[in-house]
């Protein structure tokens, strides 16, 4: 068996300085149609962790991942993704910083009037000076990652849910961006297929080594996460061995009222004496 | 309906007014930006374009026939039916060739627009497309600009072109008048002002059905219901702007030649 991941620069980070961690968010606030939805959040996002954020419908779990990807802008604080803020970033400057950014959209975001193959290779070819011919391998690669390559002439119509979750996942990562940032990839899935993007996302974390926001309602497939590490000789995720608990990079969030009210790792959630926590994990 | 106090209502106009006008700049100000997506203004120009040639012909063709069968009445009781061809001719180059072409065009593609864009923004495809390192304005937007403003000119002159044909076909047919003599006289009669002020239009028309298609479809919001009212928004919109911009640009245009 090979050796599970250790979460090795997650707790020796000691640094302030932003470039040193894949996401910062300090003091930020946002509000919609004068309803305050964050306030005032701050946490980090170490270098090669995936971190899963939980909250209730509406507590602005989804926006936090359009605000690292300065989608929409905070009405106050900051926010650096790789160093940059992309608080102080004209749009323009933001497109660049999007190519090192790959995100997987909560109802998977697939232009439906193209294929598979040109929503996978969207990226590539927006790169520029590249023609279709030069894709064609990186999407191939891309759709073995999530084992839908007989689809690439498919169009996202004819595709169920889950594998339009899995191309969307193909198409975020054919760059191999740094950071990985998902809505919901497990949202309306029958439990076969909501394991099969878990593993996609733990191979992701453990082989790629991409830092990753995961935005989930399920604590289920974050504790799979916790406590699983992906095997690359089998192919396949295996639950880490025992005693190594909490040994994969692996952070949760939990928010309430626009508020953080955890952050750490799977040990401290357990040993969370919150009540609103303990019945959320319960 | 929710009720919004005047200044609110007021202040969204404005912000309304803005937005539009900084869509409006940024899609002709990204044709001197890179990329460009010349691949795409072929694709919305087929679309644009030779998807309206059916519409354009028929009402061209019908407005063409109709003005000179209401005007071969009243021109007969005065014994001037040999002028038929110059009405049709100015008639439809001055003013309701551009006019009718700009609103078939609108109510055609501003909806086709609106219904589109509005359509991605709802299923997120409009930030997908933003958080993939494009510019939707570059890629969406641009493209239909272009397009629409250079497929709505030479559309408008096919549609002159079938108006005056339209005539010919009456007034050969109807009224025995001879057909070379309506081609001449209504070529004869046309100047150059004349002619100006018919290919102008249709390029401030086209930037206007397009400019306010992608605008009503990049500011849906509300689903399908919201999708829905984008684009009924953008048909009437886009048609009462082409209205007013024709009346001004006529008025002005008349001023400037000195017209009588």
């Known amino acids: 068996m090979a050796a599970p991941p250790v979460a090795a620069q997650e707790r020796t980070q000691q640094t302030d300085d932003p470039a040193s961690f894949a996401i910062v968010f300090e003091d930020v606030s946002i509000a919609f149609d004068e309803k305050p939805v964050l306030d005032g959040i701050s946490f980090r996002l170490n270098k090669g962790e995936t971190k899963a954020i939980f909250g209730v419908a509406g507590s602005g779990k989804s926006t936090i991942l359009k605000l690292a990807l300065g989608l929409v802008r905070p009405d106050s604080g900051h926010i650096y993704v790789l160093g940059e803020d992309v608080t102080a970033m004209r749009e323009e400057q933001l497109f660049d910083l999007r190519q090192k950014i790959g995100m997987v959209f909560q109802e998977s975001a697939l232009f439906d009037s193209l294929t598979v193959r040109e929503n996978v ?162 | 309906m929710e009720l919004i106090s005047p200044s609110e209502f007021a202040k969204e106009k404005v912000e309304a007014v803005q937005d539009y006008s900084v869509l409006a700049s940024r899609s002709v100000g990204n044709l001197f930006r890179f990329p460009r997506y010349f691949g795409d203004m072929v694709q919305q120009a087929d679309l644009i374009g030779v998807g309206s040639l059916p519409i354009v012909i028929l009402t061209g063709l019908s407005i063409g026939a109709e003005l000179a069968l209401n005007s071969a009445n009243t021109l007969q009781r005065f014994g001037s039916l040999s002028l038929i061809g110059q009405l049709v001719s100015v008639g439809m180059v001055r003013e309701l060739g551009p006019i009718i072409t700009g609103l078939m065009v609108a109510g055609r593609n501003a909806s086709g627009m609106a219904s589109e864009l509005g359509s991605m923004i709802v299923t997120e495809q409009i930030d997908a497309m933003r958080a993939l390192g494009t510019d939707p304005m570059k890629k969406l937007v641009t493209p239909r600009v272009i397009s629409t403003v250079f497929m709505l000119f030479f559309l408008t002159i096919l549609s002159d072109l079938l108006g005056l044909f339209g005539g010919a076909l009456i007034s050969t047919f109807l009224y025995g008048m001879d057909w070379r003599q309506y081609w001449s006289t209504g070529w004869q009669i046309l100047v150059f002002q004349d002619v100006f002020m018919g290919l102008l239009k249709p390029v401030l028309f086209g930037f206007i059905i397009a400019t306010v298609g992608c605008y009503y479809g990049m500011t849906a919001k509300g689903g399908t219901q919201g999708v829905g009212r984008a684009t009924t928004q953008a048909v009437v919109a886009s048609s009462v702007l082409i209205l007013v911009t024709d009346l001004v640009v006529t008025k002005l245009l008349m001023t400037i030649f000195a017209y009588h």
């Open chain 1, 121 to 282: 290779a969207f990226r590539a070819l927006e790169e520029g000076n590249v023609r279709e011919e030069d894709v064609e391998k990186p999407v191939r690669e891309s759709l073995s990652f999530v084992e839908l390559e007989n689809t690439v002439d498919m169009f996202p119509s004819e595709l169920s849910g889950g594998m339009r979750r899995r191309v969307a996942i193909a198409r975020a990562i054919i760059t191999h961006p740094e950071i990985l940032l998902y809505d919901s990839p497990t949202g309306g899935l029958d439990p076969v297929t909501s394991t099969t993007i878990i593993e996609l996302i733990v191979k992701q974390r453990d082989v790629y080594k991409t830092s990753a926001l995961m935005v989930t309602h399920r604590l289920q497939d974050a504790f799979v996460m916790a406590t699983h590490y992906f095997d690359r000789k089998s192919n396949h995720m295996q639950p880490l061995p025992p005693g190594m608990r909490g040994e994969v990079p692996m952070g949760f969030l939990i928010l309430r009222d626009g508020k953080i009210i955890f952050d750490g790792d799977v040990h401290e959630l357990a040993q969370s004496k919150d009540e609103y926590i303990r019945e959320y994990i319960s």
